[in-house]
Structures are given as structure tokens and as C-alpha cells.
């Protein structure tokens, strides 16, 4: 009578479960593809942040161009003292 023998059958196994075990951490894992794009994603909503930023810093820097020593836009000024100080002149009427 022969005794069974496990070995192939257990080096199988151990072999399956460890492709399982690396392909889930490959797919899920903190560097797997899920990760990679999630942070694709991540990126490609900073590029659209990133370019609000700059063009509200465009619009800062021609408004601060605007009232420097070597250009001085009168509207401009005008426009931010009433603003500051809440102030009209007489012949005007305020619409809230």
C-alpha cells in the first residue's frame, strides 16, 4: 500500500495562494492600479486648481500694477477708496 503523498498538491496550493496574495496587493494594494489612478485623477484636479490660482494671481498683479507709483489708473483708485471707506458723492444714488 503506498502512502499519499502531498507534496505536489500543497506546493499548488501554496503557489495559488501566493499569485492570489501578490495580485490583489498589485491591483489594491498602496501601489497598485487603483492607487495610480486615483492619484491620476488627484493630479489632473490640482492642474485645474493650479491654473485658477494663477490667473487669480494675474488678476491681482494687474490690479496692484494698476495702483503702483509707475502707473496709477484714477478709476481704479477711485474705485477702491469708495470701496474702503463706504463713501458717494452727492450727485450719485446707491442701488442695494
Given at each position: 500500500m503506498s502512502k499519499p503523498t502531498f507534496g505536489p498538491i500543497l506546493?499548488?496550493?501554496?503557489?495559488?495562494?501566493?499569485s492570489l496574495y501578490f495580485t490583489f496587493a498589485a491591483v489594491q494594494g498602496d501601489f497598485g492600479l487603483f492607487r495610480r489612478a486615483e492619484i491620476l485623477a488627484e493630479a489632473d484636479q490640482m492642474l485645474?486648481?493650479?491654473?485658477?490660482?494663477?490667473?487669480?494671481?494675474?488678476?491681482?498683479?494687474?490690479?496692484?500694477?494698476?495702483?503702483?507709483?509707475d502707473y496709477l489708473d484714477?478709476?481704479?483708485?477711485?474705485?477702491q477708496a469708495r470701496s474702503v471707506l463706504g463713501m458717494v458723492r452727492t450727485d450719485e444714488i446707491v442701488i442695494r
Amino acid at each position: 500500500m503506498s502512502k499519499p503523498t502531498f507534496g505536489p498538491i500543497l506546493f499548488f496550493a501554496i503557489s495559488f495562494a501566493l499569485s492570489l496574495y501578490f495580485t490583489f496587493a498589485a491591483v489594491q494594494g498602496d501601489f497598485g492600479l487603483f492607487r495610480r489612478a486615483e492619484i491620476l485623477a488627484e493630479a489632473d484636479q490640482m492642474l485645474i486648481q493650479l491654473a485658477k490660482v494663477r490667473a487669480d494671481v494675474a488678476r491681482m498683479e494687474n490690479l496692484t500694477n494698476r495702483l503702483s507709483d509707475d502707473y496709477l489708473d484714477l478709476d481704479l483708485l477711485d474705485e477702491q477708496a469708495r470701496s474702503v471707506l463706504g463713501m458717494v458723492r452727492t450727485d450719485e444714488i446707491v442701488i442695494r
